[in-house]
């Protein structure tokens, strides 16, 4: 069925709560456990509301100071439930807190008038769990986005990561078989959901995520450098998000090292900025990058920057010759279409949704494994190659062009309208 024949068959979503419970949208992506998804959630809210569908988010209040509810734009409320310690608490310690969230959750909708959500769009599968419990209680749609999978993740643990625990893979299950539709952000992601999940492929809707081409647009990289006190001569490799294992910053500072080795005369003019926090299993060892570059005898040529507003991150991609983008698993790389949508190319995995979010060869160089020989060969040749510099900097915003989040909401309401419209056929079935 088109979304044209859904408007006009059935009736369009007014209310939705969006449910994710281990990040705050609100939280400044790159630390913690806020990164992609904090920015995907939030800017899809932002889409829905412009289209006249009112959003609440559910979030689990991680301090004591935040206000219970956030008016984050009109039609936009974010929710601060009450469960377990303010902080402290660790996203894997979490699943101990769900039957506190829900009940957060189910009470916050209790003071409403009956039927007041038309569906709930879950992210992740702690959330995933939520929102399969109060979708039975409400009786309306659960729309669920994995954003991540641990089969996934599994199957290629970076080095000094450890496995996804069995429960989480159960609950993982368990959502994928009580959700009504599930988004997927690449075609990847959809056969990954069917392969490893056991999906109905007729429930699985592919929505690319997007990103802001008002914000991120090309610019003066000098001016950028200028304005974060870069020389306008360097060599700019950037590494933007969460620091720990799963995105390898690591196999960016190998390959500089490698870099030097074959040509010394980089030193004077190569720059490498890490730009986020420590994050999940790099919180067992925060100084691991640091001490790493100080191994490899490169740590006068490595620039750590905190996590920053979306406009100065705009600029940090701007200065950089190239981004990369090393992943052991990515659900889409919203990093990657960023710095793309600034003009600046991206040196990526090739795992995941890495493939979807760079256009190997014309937005930039999607590499196989994680050898950082190959890591090194390759940035020192892009480097050197100025006429293909050139080439991937105007396929970069080419490509990303073809990403906003206009498009990314439009597909959502159309899934989220297929699932109100089979809920119901459902709910007809039953109580014939």
Not at 25 to 35: E, K, N, V
Not at 105 to 126: C, K, M, N, Q
Not at 311 to 329: E, I
Not at 337 to 349: L, M, Y
Request: aromatic share 6%; hydrophobic share 45%; glycine share 8%.
């Amino acid at each position: 069925m088109t979304v044209r024949q859904l408007r006009a068959s059935t009736r369009l979503p007014k209310r939705v709560a969006l449910l994710s419970i281990h990040t705050s949208p609100l939280d400044q992506p790159g630390t913690g456990d806020a990164g992609g998804m904090n920015v995907y959630v939030m800017e899809t809210a932002k889409q829905l509301a412009q289209s006249g569908v009112a959003v609440e988010i559910f979030t689990r209040a991680t301090a004591s100071e935040l206000e219970p509810v956030v008016e984050f734009a009109p039609g936009i409320l974010v929710r601060h439930v009450t469960a377990g310690p303010f902080e402290g608490l660790r996203k894997e310690d979490l699943p101990g807190q769900l039957c506190a969230v829900t009940s957060g959750v189910l009470r916050a909708e209790a003071a409403r008038p009956e039927g007041w959500f038309d569906l709930i769009h879950s992210h992740y599968w702690l959330s995933g769990q939520v929102g399969w419990l109060a979708s039975e209680r409400w009786g309306v749609p659960l729309v669920h986005s994995m954003h991540t999978m641990a089969k996934v993740k599994n199957a290629d643990l970076a080095d000094g990561d450890v496995p996804e625990p069995a429960g989480r893979l159960i609950g993982e299950a368990q959502v994928v078989s009580a959700a009504t539709r599930l988004i997927a952000n690449t075609n990847d992601e959809a056969r990954q959901l069917v392969g490893l999940y056991g999906a109905d492929p007729a429930r699985v809707d592919v929505v690319h995520p997007g990103v802001d081409l008002a914000l991120f647009t090309p610019g003066d990289q000098l001016q950028s450098r200028a304005r974060l006190g870069i020389a306008a001569d360097a060599k700019l490799l950037l590494f933007v998000g969460r620091i720990q294992p799963l995105k390898a910053p690591d196999v960016l500072l190998r390959a500089a090292a490698q870099m030097l080795e074959r040509d010394p005369s980089l030193r004077s003019r190569l720059l490498i900025v890490i730009a986020g926090g420590p994050s999940g299993s790099g919180l067992d060892h925060p100084t691991s990058l640091s001490d790493l570059a100080e191994e490899l005898n490169i740590v006068d040529l490595v620039r750590f920057e905190p996590p920053t507003d979306r406009a100065t991150l705009a600029d940090w991609y701007r200065a950089a010759d190239l981004t990369v983008v090393p992943s052991y698993s990515e659900s889409f790389g919203l990093v990657a279409i960023e710095s793309q949508a600034c003009g600046t190319p991206v040196i990526a995995a090739a795992v995941g949704g890495l493939r979807t979010s760079v256009s190997d060869g014309s937005s930039g160089v999607l590499i196989t494994g994680h050898n950082t020989d190959e890591y090194a060969k390759v940035l020192s040749d892009v480097l050197a190659d100025a006429q293909l510099m050139q080439q991937l900097r105007a396929g970069s915003r080419l490509h990303a062009s073809r990403f906003g989040w206009e498009s990314t909401a439009s597909g959502l309401i159309a899934s989220y309208t297929r699932a109100m419209h089979e809920f119901e056929l459902q709910a007809t079935r039953v109580a014939q």
